[in-house]
């Protein structure tokens, strides 16, 4: 996923290399990566930031543009990015047109599309590619009992079509290790054949949340979904804005 996210100063820019090791189509626009940062055992990042990855253009001037990371940390140094091509997207059609092998610049991680403590249940809601920081969140929550203890999370995953549910074999494997997580897809343009959920996330969040103002949120997609998202919960239900963490990418 790519973000328009503030950039940090020069200070900060230390510049890393990445090799990709694996890139595979979630569908026909959208590609996974696998990257792996060269020189590090280990890439630490806190699940949910983004990293800025630098390209040359044609014309001599650099171009840098955020990408979430679609992973959780792992004990080795490599990282997970989700982006689509698209008919603008100098930089976002260069990296899905990277052979394995090839080598990226980038510098990070920053952001602060991160988990907050301490934890209470949760519903997490993404559109499109802003399920890439969701997924790493999810995968670390996960990944040991401790963290999701005494929790219930909810994903409300919201996209056109069935084949453009990423990840959905690996949501729908949590689902059947954790009682406490619930998985819940819905489609705006499902076919005949589509039995779960259809239209809008917010609708299936204002079901969730139904009569609760102790949970948290986590948000990630384009501008009007977030909105949308954001002023069911503090306008129409109430929440305090703090709990109601998120990121929007165009």
């Known amino acids: 996923m790519s973000t328009q996210l503030q950039q940090p100063s020069a200070v900060e820019r230390q510049l890393y290399t990445a090799q990709v090791l694996r890139s595979i189509f979630l569908s026909e626009q959208t590609k996974h990566l696998k990257l792996a940062v060269e020189d590090l055992d280990e ?61 990226v610049k980038f510098h990070g991680p920053h952001g602060l599309f991160t988990l907050r403590e301490p934890h209470k249940d949760a519903v997490f809601i993404a559109t499109g590619t802003g399920i890439a920081p969701i997924r790493g969140m999810l995968h670390w929550l996960f990944e040991r009992q401790e963290r999701n203890r005494d929790h219930q999370y909810w994903l409300v995953f919201g996209t056109r079509y069935e084949h453009s549910l990423y990840y959905r074999d690996e949501f729908e494997q949590i689902v059947r290790d954790n009682p406490n997580f619930h998985y819940v897809p819905t489609l705006s343009r499902g076919g005949d054949r589509w039995a779960g959920c259809r239209g809008y996330v ?49």
């Open 43 to 103: 890439f630490h990042f806190t699940p949910g930031q983004f990293v800025s990855i630098k390209q040359p253009k044609p014309d001599g001037k650099e171009h840098t543009r955020a990408y979430s990371i679609a992973s959780a940390p792992r004990t080795n140094a490599t990282f997970d990015l989700c982006l689509n091509r698209v008919d603008s997207g100098f930089l976002s059609n260069w990296l899905c047109d990277l052979e394995e092998g090839a080598t």
């Open 202 to 250: 917010q609708d299936h969040v204002r079901e969730i949340v139904a009569g609760r103002s102790d949970m948290q949120a986590y948000i990630c997609g384009l501008h009007q979904m977030v909105d949308a998202n954001r002023k069911l919960l503090k306008e129409v239900l109430g929440w305090d804005r703090k709990r109601i963490v998120f990121e929007r990418y165009d």
